[in-house]
């Protein structure tokens, strides 16, 4: 998986998440001496009034972040964040990807979590048809947990 684990982008929707994602992640891509740029998306409701103010969005990213830079400083892995705001989560993933240069995406899937929902139904088809690059499934280290 070297060159595929390059540069990975790594979708992260809630600090719980950023733990599970990078136990499975981080090992991967150290070993392919690759970086990480997490992502974390927040989808914007088309005109809607949002729930949470920008402000709130954007401290929780950082509590989610914080995880992710932790965790990669701990591994010797070099990271980025991106905060993105978008009508699409997907939409918002590949194009950090594609600003990022990014070699593939990777997450791992959990009950409960919004990347699971995004790999059901309809939106399983749209996320592959819209591809650009790799995406990568990772099994979770705590999966038993």
Sequence with gaps: MGDLL???VVPVASE???ETTMRAVLPRVSDAGGSIIAVHVV???GGAMD???VKQRELYAEDIFAVVEDACADAGVACETDLRFDED???GIFAAARDHGASAVAFTPRESNRWL???TGD???DLVKRAE???VVLPAEDADE
Excluded: C, I
Aim: net charge negative.
């Design 6 to 8: 390059e540069t990975v």
């Design 16 to 18: 719980a998440d950023a």
């Design 43 to 45: 989808e914007k409701g």
């Design 51 to 53: 729930k949470a103010g």
């Design 89 to 91: 989560v997907a939409d």
């Design 117 to 119: 929902d995004l790999l």
């Design 123 to 125: 939106n399983a088809r």
């Design 133 to 135: 690059l790799p995406v």
